[in-house]
């Protein structure tokens, strides 16, 4: 599985996703699942994966055009005019990709599928942020579903639900997110360490912050033990029930 | 799906189910998923099911011999010597359901699956909680592991991992049940209200306390509304992420 979570904020938009692949609970391994397709100037593109591993990888490589010689690399999604069409140009690649994958004459045990959240802003657009499907269709984030989560995300979806506010800052945000993804590690051995941070800045049409989260990171350690403190106050705060 | 838990406290234990059944969004019912048998001074036992409705109302009408005429039934869950026996026999005839339901000869297009947690004790023997799998095996639960989840289980599990002490009140272990069963039904629309609770009270040997939580039960309103606040103010005394 995998874990990863996009938040739309007033301010910009905040990546985060895990790094643990894995074919039964014997064979696990770290990839990437963040990538991201800047022009500073022109446009920001970040892209998080969340699937069958070679989908989302070949879906990567088309987009870069790694099937053309280097020289003649020139990926279509660092020129589509705006977010809408970068959304459908990956939405149509991951499409193609997954039906290669299944028209091979014989019965596969594993699906194809893989869903993505694509998030950044083309210079002259608005910034936006789209859940895309393996169907290759897609949504929108709106001021009433202002995040996505793809992967494994009901563990870590009532914090998000309960402390999402769209006028966070960044660092707010962020602790948003190591909470909701230590809820999500602390209960499913398939979402691990490290994670992948990644800020977008609204109208900066550049990279923004950038971190790996790794397992000895002093910030990540504060927030899980302090999280359960302070989950422990929270519920003893709360009146107790009586029998009636 | 369902979402029902059974904790063991060192006083005693305590079940708490929802009772939305579902097949489809469009086709709701509320049923009650809560059994108890009990003999004053020789037995309680409790079970909760989830899992096929068809499935799960057999198995218990198979408990309850409703084979037989009145007058003929003698539930072997009264008298066999143990919660082993007990656990072994609902195991059995879970099992016998789902093979008959399964051999009918046309391919269906739901499973037959359904997973008990049974827990109470047994006159001369120690109170024990059992999960029984579709299979009609099952496992105890033990000092590692003293509660059991079934159906939806993933929302409510962070306060339960978290919050969860063997030394609680009936009352404490109340309060911690409707804060996860509350977090798993602000997300998941087929785990509904209203709630059974159920206390039995470790070497009692009889029903212990009971109660009904429907939609307008001030206390849950109480906790639902609290919960966010109290999450608000925890996540807030974390401290905040600085960039490096």
Redesign the interface.
């Known amino acids: 599985m995998t874990y990863c979570v996009g938040l739309r904020l007033n301010k910009g938009l905040v990546f985060m996703s895990d790094t643990r692949t894995n074919a039964g609970v014997d064979n696990i391994s770290t990839f990437r699942k963040m990538y991201t397709w800047c022009a500073p100037g022109d446009r920001l593109m970040t892209i998080m994966a969340a699937g069958n591993l070679a989908t989302t990888q070949t879906v990567v490589s088309m987009l870069e055009e790694h099937s053309k010689a280097a020289e003649d690399r020139q990926p279509s999604i660092m020129k589509v005019p705006s977010m809408f069409e970068v959304a459908r140009l990956i939405g149509e690649t991951v499409r193609e990709v997954i039906k290669t994958a299944s028209d091979n004459g014989h019965q596969s045990e594993s699906t194809f599928s893989a869903t993505f959240i694509l998030g950044g802003q083309v210079a002259g657009g608005a910034m936006r942020m789209f859940l895309i499907y393996p169907e290759g269709n897609f949504i929108e984030a709106t001021d009433d579903n202002p995040f996505f989560q793809i992967g494994e995300h009901?563990?870590g979806?009532?914090?998000l639900?309960?402390?999402y506010d769209p006028d966070m800052s960044f660092?707010?945000a962020?602790?948003?997110l190591?909470?909701s993804f230590d809820?999500t590690l602390?209960?499913n051995l398939s979402v691990g360490l490290p994670l992948d941070l990644q800020f977008y800045e609204l109208d900066s049409l550049t990279r923004g912050?950038e971190?790996r989260v790794v397992a000895t990171d002093p910030?990540y350690s504060?927030?899980s033990d302090?999280?359960?403190d302070?989950?422990?106050?929270?519920?003893n705060?709360?009146?107790?029930?009586?029998?009636?």
Chains 1, 2 share one sequence.
């Open positions: 009901k563990y979806k009532p914090i639900v309960r402390a660092e707010m962020t602790k948003l190591y909470v809820s602390k209960s912050y971190k910030y504060k927030i302090g999280w359960s302070a989950l422990r106050t929270a519920f705060s709360l009146p107790d029930f009586t029998r009636d």
